[in-house]
C-alpha cells in the first residue's frame, strides 16, 4: 500500500513512506520511540482520498542519526524541509504525542504549508510535562525503558513479554523493533537535567494562538493514559472556538494505533478533513 523512500536534508537522511496519490496530501508523524508503522492502522482509510505520507523522525525507525542534535527544533526542521522539498504544496499534519509538538512548530514556522493540523493527544502545556519527567510518573518510566532501547529486537521481546505477559505477541514485536530501531541517544535529551533543552525555543501556547488553519484536537481518554488534559484542551478552546475537540472513550494515550490494537474509530478525523478540503 504504501512504499518506502528516503530523502537527505542535507545534515540527515530520512526514512518516509509514501501512498498513492489519491487527493491532497497528509503527513503522518509518530511519537517518541515510535516509528512511522505505527500508523498502519490509519493507512486503508487514508489513503482512499489523501495522498498519505509517513516519516520517521531523526533517530527513530530507519532515518539517520544526529547524536548530538535531537532537540525539537532539529526535528521541526527536518519536517519544515520535507514538506517544502518533497511534498511541495500546502499538507495536512496529523502528528501524534512527539509528533503533535513538531506538528504544531512547523505549522507555526511556516504556516502556508499547513492546510490542516491534526494533534494526536499531545500535551500543550509542556510545563507540566516536564514536571513529570522531573520527578514524576514520567521519570520513572522513561529510566526503566532507556537501558533496552537501541538492543537487538529479540532481547527486547523477551524482557518485554516477561513484563506484560497478557499482551500479544504481535503488538510486543512491534513495540521491540520500534525501540530497537530507536538511537539511545535521543533520550539524552529525556533526562530530568536536560528535558527543558530538548524544548528549547518551543511556546506552545504562543504557536498555537499564531495558528490560522483549521485544528482538530483528539484526546485520549482522560480516565486512562491521556497526555493531553481536559485543562489543555479547554484553554486552547478558549484562544481559539473553532477548535474541533474529539474524545476517545475508553483508549488510552496510543489512541489504539499500533499493530496487535483494536484500532480507533476515524471517522471523526476523516469528517472534519473533508469539511475543510472538500
Known amino acids: ?36 508503522e505505527d500508523f498502519t492502522h490509519y493507512f486503508p482509510q487514508f489513503t482512499e482520498k489523501f495522498h498519505v505520507y509517513a516519516i520517521d523522525t531523526r533517530g527513530r525507525g530507519k532515518s539517520g542519526r544526529t547524536p548530538s542534535k ?28 512527539e509528533g ?11 504556516p502556508e504549508n499547513v492546510s490542516v493540523l491534526v494533534i494526536l493527544d499531545a500535551p500543550i502545556s509542556i510545563d507540566v510535562l516536564i514536571a513529570q519527567v522531573k520527578e514524576g510518573s514520567m521519570r520513572d518510566g522513561i529510566q526503566h525503558i532507556r537501558p533496552i532501547v537501541g538492543r537487538p529486537t529479540d532481547e527486547i521481546m523477551a524482557i518485554l513479554t516477561k513484563e506484560s505477559p497478557s499482551k500479544s505477541s504481535e503488538a510486543i514485536k512491534h513495540d521491540s523493533i520500534s525501540l ?35 485544528i ?10 491521556a497526555l493531553l488534559s481536559s485543562d489543555d484542551v479547554e484553554k486552547a478552546i478558549d484562544y481559539n472556538p473553532e ?36
Open 100 to 110: 503533535g509538538w513538531i506538528a504544531l512548530w512547523a505549522t507555526q514556522i511556516k
Open 1 to 36: 500500500m504504501l512504499v518506502e523512500k528516503t530523502f537527505d536534508t542535507g545534515e540527515v537522511v530520512l526514512n518516509y513512506a509514501e501512498g498513492p496519490n489519491n487527493g491532497p496530501p497528509i503527513l503522518l508523524i509518530h511519537g517518541s520511540l515510535c516509528r512511522w
Open 216 to 225: 482538530m484536537l483528539v484526546q485520549a481518554d482522560p480516565d486512562m493514559d
Open 180 to 214: 530497537s530501531f530507536a538511537d539511545p541517544k535521543f533520550l539524552d535529551l529525556w533526562s530530568p537535567e536536560r528535558i527543558e533543552e530538548y524544548f528549547e525555543n518551543y511556546h506552545s501556547w504562543d504557536f498555537l494562538k499564531a495558528v490560522s488553519c483549521p
Open 70 to 97: 535531537y532537540h525539537l527544533r532539529n526535528i521541526v526542521r527536518d519536517i519544515v524541509t520535507f514538506i517544502e522539498r518533497v511534498i511541495g504544496e500546502s499538507t495536512i499534519l496529523l502528528g501524534h504525542s
Open 243 to 278: 477548535i474541533k475537540h474529539v474524545i476517545v472513550e475508553g483508549v488510552g494515550h496510543n489512541l489504539g494505533m499500533n499493530i496487535g490494537e483494536e484500532p480507533i474509530d476515524v471517522g471523526p478525523i476523516l469528517s472534519f478533513l473533508n469539511y475543510h478540503l472538500f
